[in-house]
């Protein structure tokens, strides 16, 4: 079974420009969960789709943007980027076990804002 | 509110030595599941290890075992005859059973297994 995929893996952008990424989940995965992680700032929780909702949101501004189609993959947009946005942003799909999302995480998008 | 504490930011371990990796946390819920989870330097985010709250016994996947002490609110990794890969990132994560929540995770802890 393919993992998660993440495109493009690395990005370099400029202030002000927005960005797209894209997630593909684990086959047969509904939920996914996106994260942002930084070296001041840790792992940090953006947003989770499930069956294209947006079932919880962490506390990002209103930049930070996404949706997730009916084949479960899943995009994240920033507009209007800034420097603090330079970034890995990690996309992970759940499988429900015993109760608990068991999460399994893509490669990650290594974002550059300059 | 959930939280998860880890109290090591860093570690220096040498190779083949045990290495223990704390984790604490605090939740209200009744029952959740406890996740180690690895990041070497390229980036992802590799599991490791799952323990339920109503686990009667603690969890062990090979080289990982986590000792799970429910009373004290820990969650701690341990890895047995440490190797030069197992350097890397480890988070420690919950998250809620049998309701929608999300997964919090840990700070993390930088193991350094040296040679």
């Known amino acids: 079974k393919a993992g998660v995929t993440q495109t493009p893996r690395y990005l370099i952008k400029t202030r002000g420009q927005q960005v797209t990424l894209s997630c593909s989940p684990i086959s047969g995965h509904r939920s996914v969960s996106w994260y942002q992680q930084t070296p001041g700032q840790g792992l940090q929780f953006l947003f989770e789709y499930f069956s294209e909702t947006q079932r919880n949101k962490g506390n990002f501004p209103g930049r930070f943007s996404g949706r997730q189609f009916s084949n479960s993959r899943s995009e994240m947009n920033v507009s209007t980027l800034e420097l603090g946005d330079s970034a890995l942003y990690l996309c992970?799909?759940?499988?429900?076990?015993?109760?608990?999302?068991?999460?399994?995480f893509g490669p990650g998008t290594r974002l550059t804002v300059t | 509110a959930q939280k998860i504490t880890q109290t090591q930011p860093g570690m220096f371990v040498q190779e083949k030595e045990a290495v223990t990796l704390d984790c604490t946390y605090d939740?209200?819920?009744?029952?959740?599941?406890l996740f180690w989870y690895k990041q070497p330097s390229s980036g992802e985010m590799i599991f490791l290890i799952y323990q339920g709250s109503y686990d009667q016994q603690n969890a062990t996947e090979g080289r990982y075992s986590l000792n799970f002490q429910k009373a004290r609110k820990s969650a701690n990794l341990v890895i047995s005859a440490s190797q030069l890969g197992d350097s890397a990132m480890y988070f420690c994560?919950?998250?809620?059973?049998?309701?929608?929540?999300?997964?919090?995770f840990g700070k993390g802890t930088r193991l350094h297994i040296l040679p």
């Open positions: 992970a799909s759940s499988l429900v076990r015993q109760g608990a999302y068991e999460q399994y």
């Open positions: 994560a919950m998250s809620p059973l049998g309701r929608d929540d999300k997964i919090i």
């Open positions: 939740t209200s819920d009744p029952s959740y599941g």
